[in-house]
C-alpha cells in the first residue's frame, strides 16, 4: 500500500494502536510508537491515545491528534520544532501540555481547545508549561484570557518554585528508587531524557556557584 488513506481515520477517538506495514514506502510506525509518520520528512502525521511520539519527529502536523479525546498524556521530544495547526484539537482530556526549549512554532488552536456550540472554546483548566519567551509562551498569551502558563525551571526537581538541596535529595531519593521527582522534566537538568547521577552533579555545582544557571 502507497497511500496511507488517512482521512478515514480522521477522528481517532476510537483508535488504540497504529501499525503501517514494514513494506510501506512512505510512511513508517519506527519503534511501535503508534502513529503514521512520513518517513521521508520525519512529520507525524497522526497519532492516536497510546502514541509515544519518537524522538526523531521534527513536527507534529495539522489535526494529527485531532478527536484524540482517550489522549491524557503526552511527552513532546526535543526534535520537534513545530506543532502545526489544530495538532491536539479536541483532545479533552488532555488537560496540561509541556512543550521543550526545542519547539519553536505553534500553529493556530495546536492545543488546549475544544469545539463549543459555534466556536472554538479552550479546555477548562488547561495549562501550558515552557520555557520563558518561547512560542510556549506566546500561545498560552494570545488565548482569550489567556491559558495558564508554568515556567520551566531546570533543576526544580520537587517543584517548589527554587533549586536547593531539597531537589538534589528529591533526585537521589529517585535514584535510589525510594521515590519518584515531582517532575521529571524539571530533573533532567542536562537535558539528556535520563535522570541520572548527572543531573544531582550539575544542581550541585549549581549551588556551589560553580556554574550560573541549569
Ligand atoms: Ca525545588
Ligand atoms: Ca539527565
Given at each position: 500500500m502507497t497511500t496511507f488513506f488517512y482521512t478515514a481515520f480522521y477522528n481517532c477517538s476510537g483508535i488504540e494502536s497504529i501499525t503501517v506495514d514494514e513494506d510501506n514506502p512512505v510512511y513508517d510506525s519506527r519503534g511501535g510508537c503508534n502513529a503514521v509518520i512520513e518517513t521521508a520528512t520525519s512529520i507525524l502525521i497522526m497519532g492516536c491515545k497510546n502514541t509515544v511520539i519518537p524522538d526523531t519527529v521534527i513536527k507534529i502536523t495539522d489535526y494529527a491528534f485531532d478527536g484524540c479525546t482517550g489522549l491524557t498524556d503526552i511527552r513532546i521530544p526535543r526534535s520537534v520544532r513545530i506543532i502545526d495547526n489544530?495538532?491536539?484539537?479536541?483532545?479533552?482530556?488532555?488537560t496540561s501540555i509541556t512543550v521543550p526549549e526545542s519547539v519553536t512554532s505553534i500553529g493556530r488552536y495546536a492545543f488546549g481547545y475544544d469545539f463549543g456550540t459555534d466556536d472554538y472554546v479552550k479546555i477548562p483548566d488547561f495549562s501550558i508549561r515552557g520555557v520563558r519567551g518561547s512560542d510556549a509562551q506566546r500561545y498560552a498569551n494570545a488565548a482569550a484570557n489567556g491559558f495558564t502558563f508554568i515556567e520551566i525551571k531546570f533543576g526544580d526537581a520537587n517543584l517548589d518554585g527554587t533549586i536547593d538541596v531539597g531537589d538534589v535529595t528529591a533526585i537521589q531519593r529517585q535514584l535510589a528508587e525510594y521515590e519518584n521527582v515531582d517532575d521529571a522534566f524539571n530533573a533532567d537538568v542536562d537535558r539528556d531524557d535520563k535522570i541520572t547521577i548527572s543531573d544531582v552533579t550539575m544542581i550541585q555545582r549549581y549551588l556551589a556557584e560553580f556554574i550560573t544557571e541549569l
Open positions: 489544530f495538532a491536539f484539537y479536541r483532545c479533552t482530556s488532555l
